[in-house]
């Protein structure tokens, strides 16, 4: 069979599940509506909603595909277009962010530190935290009372966000919200204020009470109003005091010390140093997880928090690890003196990004190697991750150290833990540039369950449009589901769609909300694309992100999704660049270990929005069993995450994080893999049968210019045979495998993508029901008819679809006359990955293998 490619497809819309999706539109079909859903209870602080605890284009073997609109103008590089009449600029509306003229912000341990110690007037700082409705409620009458000029010459207003300084607030006893503490420069905290809505009245009472009284400390009633207890301490007893307070705080905080040392002392085990006699003694009697050559592995200091033992090794300089071409080893089964001069000319143009400054060669056979053989080559980093020796042996170190006990509770091994899942938070937080104030961490099963989430939760109308890139995982297309149930539509839209809709603002590609019977203030709509697709392995421009958000209008707001599952592995992700609303993903894809947890990160301004339907264990504050009463939780991890999270899972993520951070962080491992993918692609692209015919299909976008901005570390590619006709992949999977190379194949779980590289019709893919079932069954071809072509050579027209169908050239007798031939179709293909712990010798391999074992092969 030959190859012919076609002319891209019209952007196909859905369709009402009773509705024939092969039946033709002028434009874009939209699923019916179905009855509104009923919005679940809104979420409060508490029964007042006044107060709130603190818990702890294409390519064929190389040669470009003719380019579409939407690849000339991302190599363009394009500025946003400028917002149409009628679509307004986004505008602050953060409620915390209104009066700031009244107000010193803090968003720093040095900065607080600096405010509440300087100058001569008293200083009143408001701990508030984004999403807690209580702090909204009273903040307008915060604002209004401190705006009186009598207090503005007595006081200097700080306001500090909890979330952002988690350890001050903890140091300042912050532990429920709205709070206010006022200081004496030089003397320290004078007083704690409850200021929730109901008792904002008394706070210019309370504040005068407390300068008009100087030298004195306060305490506050049961009403609310404060009381003086007696003189301040003097410096020298304030100090004492501070000093006794951190080391307590240090002890609570040190994995061998404090908490740990009170557990040990409850259970009789005598102490961190009788324990750690006990664990030297059981080091020495069985074997250490690191097996096969693996260094040993410690509990990372950057981790582990106090555990005694040293941090991962970081990455050296060049010069220290850096072996020669000549001291490594080729792999079995290549040609040695090929091997050598491919790795020399290889670190010559890349030597600077691979490997992490060289480190790459020492660590790889302890750290994964041990785990494989001499032969095999793992390049399936998409479907997950490796994990490494040092972070397993970080984790089960600080396991094997430290009491864990369910965080739904105040007992010290829960609040132990507690610390610990908020530790994480942040660390997710920091790697993504995510300001706590903005971004919430809600932790989830997976990268799927996170999708789930937003589906459920999201505010679907019968208005809402549900927009998504057709080259969504299936996890992203499952969420249409919701958006029928709730009574809005969907649409699935290629790249030149999005292009020319969001970023050229074209109004005709907008959605506009039909009238309803029940007409809403606002209509919500959700747009949802892959930050890379995981079957192609195509980066998608996260300028996508405001460019939509750009499209809203007082009546129809659009909010944004990434998948970001496949691209956070080897890309940076900056949310303070990209402001998106949703970001979903998955950590073992990341770092191979633990496999339970996922994330979801949701803007905290549209954490309200989300209608919450089902409710259990510590999502709510307050519920009834006999009536249907129930309030749920304010903070947004509380709400979102049903039941206890899996905390083990969660603290074991800091350990491969901090074991990417050792290596140098994101931006290394973007380097190092994109080198490699660099290499292999012009390797394989580059492969001819001896009658000159390429060797593979290569999809995606490798050959253009700025292929490391558009195109990730996924070579996703059809075998061909020398007469052109595609080669079984699940026979190439079974041979690799036999040859120690860890691939996929298959549609990969992304249609979309999948079935528009291949030509295939979703009527006919409709027509498997009862055939094929999922990723991996044994469907592997399907019989299609096509058109003859009337050309004698392949026509390459499109730069979004490989249309490897017809493969006959008949002249017609009659020129009106219409020729179909029955053709074999693949409905999957060859993924390889590449992730952190990749290195030359499996990409070189790989390329070696497939060209000694598929050139001029016919069968």
């Not at 709130?52 to 939407?70: I, K, N, R």
């Not at 140091?171 to 905290?189: F, S, W």
């Not at 009658?691 to 996924?714: D, E, T, W």
Request: proline share 6%.
């Amino acid at each position: 069979m030959r190859l012919a490619f076609r002319s891209p497809a019209p952007v196909q819309g859905s369709a009402h599940p009773s509705r024939p999706s092969s039946t033709a539109f002028p434009g874009p079909r939209l699923a019916a509506a179905s009855p509104v859903a009923h919005p679940a209870p809104a979420p409060s602080c508490s029964s007042s909603g006044d107060t709130c605890s603190l818990g702890g284009g294409s390519s064929f073997a190389g040669h470009t595909l003719a380019s579409g609109p939407a690849a000339k103008q991302r190599l363009a590089s394009p500025p946003a277009a400028a917002p149409e009449a009628g679509v307004k600029t986004a505008v602050d509306k953060h409620w915390w962010n209104s009066d700031k003229e009244l107000w010193i912000e803090a968003h720093s341990e040095e900065d607080f530190q600096r405010e509440i110690s300087t100058g001569s007037k008293l200083v009143a700082v408001d701990f508030f935290a984004t999403w807690c409705h209580g702090c909204e409620k009273s903040y307008p009458e915060i604002c209004r009372t401190i705006k009186d000029p009598e207090l503005q010459k007595k006081f200097k207003f700080v306001k500090v966000c909890v979330d952002e300084l988690k350890s001050v607030a903890k140091t300042e006893g912050i532990t429920g919200l709205p709070r206010m503490a006022v200081y004496q420069p030089g003397a320290g905290q004078l007083a704690l204020l409850d200021v929730p809505f109901s008792k904002v009245k008394f706070l210019k009472t309370n504040l005068n009470v407390i300068s008009g009284n100087p030298g004195m400390a306060f305490g506050v009633d049961p009403n609310g109003f404060v009381v003086p207890k007696g003189r301040l301490p003097s410096q020298g007893e304030a100090a004492a005091a501070a000093e006794k307070k951190k080391r307590e705080v240090e002890a609570l905080t040190s994995g061998t010390g404090g908490l740990f040392e009170r557990l040990m002392k409850v259970a009789g085990g005598g102490g961190a140093a009788a324990k750690d006699k006990d664990n030297k003694a059981a080091a020495a009697a069985e074997p250490h997880p690191s097996t096969n050559g693996a260094h040993a592995s410690t509990l990372s200091s950057s981790a582990g928090h106090g555990a005694s033992a040293s941090a991962a090794a970081p990455a050296k300089a060049p010069a220290e690890l850096v072996k020669p071409a000549g001291s490594c080893r080729a792999p079995p089964g290549v040609d040695a003196a090929a091997y050598e001069a491919a790795r020399r000319a290889f670190l010559a143009a890349h030597g600077s990004e691979y490997g992490y400054g060289g480190v790459i060669d020492e660590l790889y056979p302890k750290e994964v190697g041990c785990r494989m053989q001499p032969n095999e080559h793992y390049m399936d980093y998409t479907g997950s991750s490796v994990y490494c020796q040092t972070q397993l042996g970080n984790v089960f170190a600080e396991l094997r150290q430290c009491m864990f006990g369910n965080p739904h509770s105040a007992n010290p091994s829960s609040s132990f833990t507690s610390e610990r899942v908020e530790e994480v938070r942040d660390m997710v937080l920091r790697f993504f540039n995510a300001s706590p104030a903005e971004y919430q961490v809600v932790f989830t099963k997976s990268a799927t369950d996170g999708l789930k989430l937003v589906g459920e939760t999201f505010p679907w109308s019968e208005g809402s449009m549900f927009r998504y890139l057709r080259e969504n995982h299936n996890s992203v297309l499952g969420v249409r589901e919701y958006a029928l149930q709730g009574g809005g539509a969907f649409q699935a839209v290629n790249e030149t769609f999005v292009d020319r809709w969001a970023v050229r603002g074209d109004a005709s590609c907008d959605h506009v909300p039909p009238a309803s019977r029940l007409p809403a203030p606002t209509t919500y709509s959700l747009f949802t694309f892959p930050a890379e697709d995981n079957f192609a392995g195509v980066k998608y421009p996260l300028e996508w992100v405001r460019a939509v958000q750009a499209r809203s209008t007082d009546s129809h707001r659009w909010l944004v999704m990434v998948d970001a599952a496949a691209y956070v592995p080897t890309q940076p992700l900056d949310l303070s660049q990209t402001p998106v609303d949703f970001v979903d993903l998955s950590f073992y894809k990341m770092f191979g270990f633990p496999t339970g947890v996922g994330a979801l990160i949701v803007k905290t301004s549209v954490v309200p929005l989300m209608r919450k339907v089902f409710w259990g264990g510590g999502t709510v504050a307050l519920a009834t069993s006999e009536d249907n009463f129930h309030v749920l939780k304010c903070k947004p991890s509380d709400r979102l995450e049903d039941g206890t999270v899996a905390f083990l899972d969660v603290i074991a993520v800091k350990h491969g994080i901090a074991m990417m951070n050792s290596l140098g962080g994101i931006r290394r491992v973007q380097a190092h893999v994109a080198c490699l993918t660099e290499w292999l692609y012009t390797r394989l692209a580059t492969m001819r049968h001896s009658n000159g015919s390429p060797m593979l299909a290569i999809f995606g976008k490798h050959h253009l210019p700025n292929h490391r901005q558009v195109q990730g570390a996924i070579l996703n590619f059809e075998l061909l045979r020398p007469d052109g006709s595609i080669f079984s992949y699940k026979t190439f999977e079974r041979e690799a495998a036999t040859a120690g190379f860890h691939v996929r194949t298959g549609a990969e779980c992304n249609p979309g993508a999948c079935y528009n590289y291949l030509g295939v019709k979703e009527a006919e893919v409709e027509s498997l029901a009862g055939k094929k079932e999922g990723c991996e069954d044994d469907v592997e071809f399907i019989k299609v008819q096509r058109p003859v072509t009337a050309s004698q050579e392949d026509c390459v027209t499109s730069s979004d679809l490989l249309r490897s169908i017809a493969n006959s050239n008949l002249s017609l007798n009659h020129p009106a006359a219409v020729a179909l031939k029955w053709v074999e179709v693949p409905l999957g293909s060859v993924r390889v990955s590449l992730g952190w712990w990749s290195t030359f010798d499996d990409v070189y391999a790989l390329g070696d293998w497939i060209e000694r074992t598929y050139r001029d092969r016919t069968e």
